[in-house]
């Protein structure tokens, strides 16, 4: 029904390409996990090593406490939803869905009142005897979901699989994969290059770059207080201005930043700057600014504007639309994360 997967120490070569460098990656029976990442990053190569069409060049994969390797993709306790659907044209939804149950050797019957239960449930009651060319892609993905969970699989792998539809239908299929997610209760690892579908359905966020894992946890954790630079800049806006320890505090052009800092004295950091940290209120002042440009959004103006005193970086506010950006505006100091500065400036 549902199974945890352990990933450890997890690299594959492709040639002179490290698509995986050392990947560890433990995902609770039952959760929503999300590989996020730019393209190129290894998110589908894991994947793959997940359900059985890529072999790791090292490392160890459990599935439910199983070893996976030798396993065939057939044997794995995995189904995989692709980008483009792969419903076969000639056959009706009901036979489309009843695929692997048929491949397994269950009566025909049986199959087709557990296809039409599938069907019901990703939203297509009714519609079994339709064929994929009747249908939107929208309705064509929720075939190929009703399709992957019909074997009941205890782990559900989905790559990048709503990549292929416009955004307001992404929205709505965000909502119900992860409806049908906590209605099925497998476990969904779910590949995706678009931070805020990320967002919006995991409950367990995997941040990857360049092969490696760089944060993960959930959403809310790793938005707030993501644990490196690259984590900090994918997910979200985010402002970076240098700071420096000074007797357990860092210290910027804007002031101290964040709590306190157990970093020798003298050690280079950098402070990330959300949107929401600059606001008309309480905590160090930026002084005298340039508005650089603001865009009404409804609910909020954006401002990008520079402070005088850190001429170098742009910052980004979020403020009340009635609100004016003026050398009163703060930084809420408490909630800037403090990062050791690695030289790293991806
Ligand atoms: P993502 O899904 O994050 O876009 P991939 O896992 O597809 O990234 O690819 C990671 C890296 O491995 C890339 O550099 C890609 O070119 C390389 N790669 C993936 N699959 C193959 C393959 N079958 N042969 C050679 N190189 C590959
Ligand atoms: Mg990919």
Do not use: W
Not at 79 to 92: N, S
Not at 297 to 326: E, F, I, N, S
């Amino acid at each position: 029904m549902t199974a945890r997967i352990d990933i450890s120490a997890v690299t594959r070569r492709y040639g002179a390409t490290l698509a995986l460098a050392g990947v560890d990656l433990t995902v609770e029976a039952g959760a929503y996990c999300v590989l996020l990442g730019p393209s190129g990053c290894g998110k589908s190569t894991l994947l793959n090593i997940l359900g059985g069409f890529a072999d790791p060049t090292s490392g160890a994969v459990r599935i439910g406490g199983r070893d996976m390797v030798g396993v065939p993709a057939a044997a794995r306790p995995t189904t995989t939803v692709f980008q483009d659907y792969a419903l076969f044209p000639h056959m009706t939804l009901l036979d489309n869905v009843g695929f692997g149950l048929r491949m397994r050797g269950m009566a025909r019957r049986a199959r087709q009142s557990r296809a039409a239960e599938m069907l019901a449930l990703v939203g297509l009651d009714g519609a079994g005897a339709r064929r994929p060319a009747d249908l939107s892609g929208g309705q064509r993905q929720r075939v190929a979901l009703a399709r992957a969970l019909a074997v009941e699989p205890d782990v559900l792998l989905l790559d990048e699989p709503l990549g292929a539809l416009d955004l307001n239908l992404r929205r709505v299929m965000q909502d119900e994969l992860k409806r049908i997610q906590r209605s099925v209760g497998a476990t969904f690892v779910h590949v995706t290059h678009d931070q805020e579908e990320a967002m919006a359905i995991a409950d367990r966020l995997v941040v990857m770059n360049a092969g490696r894992i760089e944060d993960q946890g959930p959403p809310e954790r790793v938005y707030r207080a993501p644990a490196s630079r690259f984590a900090a800049g994918f997910l979200g806006e985010m402002s970076f201005l240098p700071a420096r320890v000074q007797a357990g505090r860092a210290v910027t052009a804007l002031g101290v930043l964040g709590g306190p800092q157990t970093h020798p004295e003298g050690t280079r950091m950098i402070a990330c700057i959300r949107p929401e940290h600059l606001r008309i209120g309480p905590g160090p002042a930026l002084g005298p600014i340039d508005v650089l440009d603001t865009v009404f959004m409804g609910a909020h103006r954006k401002v990008r504007l520079r402070a005088r005193a850190a001429p170098d970086v742009d910052l980004t506010a979020l403020l009340p639309a009635d609100t004016a950006p003026g050398p009163d505006l703060a930084i809420d100091a408490g909630a800037v994360t403090l990062l050791p500065d690695n030289g790293d400036t991806t």
